[in-house]
């Protein structure tokens, strides 16, 4: 889906976000804001309305005595007070008048979500590169590292996007996971996912398949396996969930099988998955395109582990 154009413009590389109003008891736009996005207090709402930050669809400036209008979609950035620096930098691949290919490292979310916004690869990206329409045509986790394709115009951006919708690209991880040897590995994991209890989190229900993970080995210690893994679906943390099914949960995962409590990021910790390589037919020119990160995993897993 395309975004929808914004009256503000990008700034610092982030693109302003939008919210439509809905109907309710609010009498100001003000009072809305401040009590729907309770992380950003009143008087900063009210600093940014008189900054003129704070806008409609038609580009007109939100005062603080503005009445509340059901339905009005109203447009704003995204900024925080403190944001968790990330010191690694992603690397761009490659480059064309259609197509960025990056290297995301660990702990660096795709774009602008939560409690992120300076910090994502999407905003870096763009100040890098200068290109305001810059957007992600796929996503991978935040705590995953390797490779994320993004479209650079809005005109061709659908038959990129198209591709991930009909499974025509071909996707390839690496991860590193505890392993005993005689321990039985699938070729192929096939799970029902859903929501768990926890927003964060998704499980295994049972069901027909909506899922679906090839399993390969590299490589393996006493300890540990090096696993290639294919997947053909593409839902929120299947790898992970699959792995964590499987009796083999990724190294460093803090969400499973065990959802550790919110902490700031170790980085001398990240989650050993990695987007290893990704293959498809180019929709404009039908050439066939090949893609592989220059990131690594800790492999062998150091003895001290």
């Given at each position: 889906m395309l975004p929808l154009p914004s009256p503000l413009p990008v700034r610092d590389g982030v693109s302003p976000s939008c919210t439509v109003l809905p109907p309710g008891h609010w009498s100001t736009i003000a009072e809305f804001l401040a009590e729907r996005f309770v992380a950003i207090s009143a008087d900063t709402w009210l600093r940014r309305i008189e900054a003129g930050e704070v806008v409609d669809v038609n580009g007109l400036a939100v005062t603080p005595a503005r009445r509340f209008e059901p339905h009005l979609k109203v447009f704003y950035y995204r900024k925080f007070e403190y944001e968790q620096a990330i010191p690694f930098?992603?690397?761009?691949?490659?480059?064309?008048?259609?197509?960025?290919?990056?290297?995301?490292?660990?702990?660096?979310?795709?774009?602008?979500?939560?409690?992120?916004v300076q910090q994502t690869l999407l905003v870096r990206l763009k100040r890098q590169l200068g290109i305001d329409d810059l957007v992600p045509v796929h996503r991978i986790d935040r705590e995953t590292a390797g490779l994320v394709m993004l479209s650079v115009q809005p005109a061709t951006r659908n038959a990129y996007h198209t591709l991930f919708e009909k499974r025509r690209v071909e996707k390839?991880?690496?991860?590193?996971?505890?392993?005993?040897?005689?321990?039985?590995?699938?070729?192929?994991?096939?799970?029902?996912?859903?929501?768990?209890?926890?927003?964060?989190?998704?499980?295994?229900?049972?069901?027909?398949p909506n899922s679906e993970t090839h399993i390969a080995m590299l490589d393996q210690t006493e300890h540990w396996a090096h696993l290639r893994l294919s997947p053909v679906t593409g839902r929120q943390h299947q790898l992970r969930v699959h792995c964590a099914a499987l009796g083999m949960p990724i190294r460093n995962d803090a969400i499973y099988p065990v959802l550790l409590p919110e902490a700031p990021a170790d980085f001398d910790r990240p989650l050993q998955l990695l987007a290893r390589e990704l293959r498809f037919v180019d929709p404009l020119s039908g050439e066939s395109r090949r893609f592989e990160t220059r990131l690594k995993l800790a492999w062998p897993v150091p003895p001290l582990d």
């Open positions: 930098e992603p690397e761009v691949l490659y480059r064309d008048e259609h197509l960025v290919i990056a290297d995301k490292p660990h702990f660096l979310p795709v774009a602008p979500v939560g409690k992120y390839h991880y690496e991860a590193i996971v505890p392993w005993q040897a005689g321990q039985p590995m699938p070729d192929v994991r096939r799970s029902r996912l859903a929501p768990d209890s926890h927003f964060m989190r998704m499980r295994e229900v049972d069901g027909e």
